[in-house]
Every structure is written in structure tokens, then in C-alpha cells.
């Protein structure tokens, strides 16, 4: 069975940093280009990063860019997002997602909650 | 940035009768290999979303047949023929076809 697994949510204040964790198990990882999504509070999805299946092509969504980095490392099946400069508006409930292209998520894991407050 | 836009955003249904959700693009879906990346995801509450329908027809596994996709362009439309209590929940299209990939703002599904 596949699943993703978040952690590393936490509270955290204003212009800290946090990096999220989603380990992958049950697929063949390095055969995937996989995504994060996150949900504010009592709002709808917004797409955040995408990387490719090698790792060498990355994507951010304009409210993150420069802010947020995406990444993976085959050799324990695991994505990363790495989050600095946190703002309020990054407090949401981030997904990690299998990506299969073209937005058709697949595969979500169960979300790691970010509070950014002081 | 293609924005999507559902509607209703409150589908109040009757259990046994049909509902509709549409999604308008405001850019043709249809991208250059000819696939159109129009995809639909149910939330239930406190449950991540779940893929129902991607490449705007193709239902997944497991997912009952009384849900359906259709549409080309820029509408689309996700059928439910006989809403049933577990179909409660948040209906999103989203679409892979330009960058970045954008999301409806959600449809709630509650019953009367």
C-alpha cells in the first residue's frame, strides 16, 4: 500500500523557519514527481512546490517563491519543504502529494498543521 | 494565474437525487499534447483530500460509478446520479494544464 507520511509541523513565530518531512513508502519514490498542497484554515487548497521524479526540476507557487525550498532525498524516500521568512498567511494544514502530472494528485498523506503566530 | 470557478459553493441535495458541480476555466484546459488537465477531489471534514476524476472523465479506483465527468474547454462538470450520505464533503476541480496549478475555491456538499 502507498503512503505518505508528514511531520515536522509545529508553532512557530513570525520570519522563523520550519522544514517539513513526508516519508514515502510503498511506491518506487525515485519514479515520481511529487508535490505540496496546503489548506488554510477553513479554506480551500492552494498549491505550494512541485519537484520532479530526478529531483532537478523544482516549482513554487508566486506566494512562496524565494521563501520555500523543495526537495527530496532518494535514499530515504523522503520530500522536504523548507519554509523561511514565515509569515501568518503560511498557517494551513500542508499535504505532500504523489504527482502524476497535470495537477491529478494521486496519492496525499495526511497533512502536518503550521502556526504561524507570536 | 488560471482561475477556476465553481459553482454552486452550497449544494444542499436531497439523499437519492442528483447533483451538478460546475467548473469554468478562465484559459482553455486543452494543452499541446492534446490532454486536457482538468481533475476533481472530494474532502471529507478532518480527512485529506481524495482523487475522484482526472483528465476530465477518468474516474479512479474505487470510486462508485454514479459519479461522472464531462466537459472540454473551459466548462466542466461533475455529475453525482444518486447522492448518497457518505458524499458529504468539499468538491474541487483543479487544473495541471497551465502553470501554476490552480484550484477551484471548493463546492460543500451537505444533505437536506
Known amino acids: 500500500e502507498v503512503q505518505l507520511l508528514e511531520s515536522g509541523g509545529a508553532l512557530v513565530q513570525p520570519g522563523g523557519s520550519l522544514r517539513l518531512s513526508c516519508a514515502a513508502s510503498?511506491?518506487?519514490?525515485?519514479?515520481?514527481?511529487m508535490s505540496w498542497v496546503r489548506q488554510a484554515p477553513g479554506e480551500g487548497l492552494e498549491w505550494v512546490s512541485g519537484?520532479?521524479?530526478?529531483?532537478?526540476?523544482?516549482y513554487y507557487a508566486d506566494s512562496v517563491k524565494g521563501r520555500f525550498t523543495i526537495s527530496r532525498d532518494s535514499s530515504s524516500n523522503t520530500l522536504y519543504l523548507q519554509m523561511t521568512s514565515l509569515r501568518a498567511d503560511d498557517t494551513a494544514v500542508y499535504y505532500c502529494?504523489?504527482?502524476?502530472?497535470?495537477?491529478?494528485?494521486?496519492?496525499w498523506g495526511q497533512g502536518t498543521v503550521v502556526t504561524v503566530s507570536s | 494565474d488560471v482561475v477556476m470557478t465553481q459553482s454552486p459553493l452550497s449544494l444542499p441535495v436531497t439523499l437519492g437525487q442528483p447533483a451538478s458541480i460546475s467548473c469554468r476555466s478562465s484559459?482553455?484546459?486543452?494543452?499541446?499534447?492534446?490532454?486536457?488537465?482538468l481533475n476533481w477531489f472530494h474532502q471529507r471534514p478532518g480527512q485529506a483530500p481524495r482523487r475522484l476524476i482526472y483528465?476530465?472523465?477518468n474516474r479512479d479506483s474505487g470510486v462508485p460509478d454514479r459519479f461522472s465527468g464531462s466537459g472540454s474547454g473551459t466548462v466542466f462538470t461533475l455529475q453525482i446520479s444518486r447522492v448518497e450520505a457518505e458524499d458529504v464533503g468539499v468538491y474541487y476541480c483543479?487544473?495541471?494544464?497551465?502553470?501554476?496549478?490552480?484550484f477551484g475555491q471548493g463546492t460543500r456538499l451537505e444533505i437536506k
Open positions: 483528465k476530465v472523465s
Open positions: 484559459q482553455s484546459l486543452v494543452f499541446s499534447d492534446g490532454n486536457t488537465y
Open positions: 483543479t487544473q495541471g494544464t497551465h502553470w501554476p496549478i490552480t
Open positions: 510503498g511506491l518506487i519514490f525515485t519514479k515520481h514527481a
Open positions: 519537484i520532479g521524479y530526478s529531483g532537478s526540476t523544482t
Open positions: 502529494a504523489k504527482d502524476p502530472g497535470g495537477g491529478a494528485f494521486d496519492i
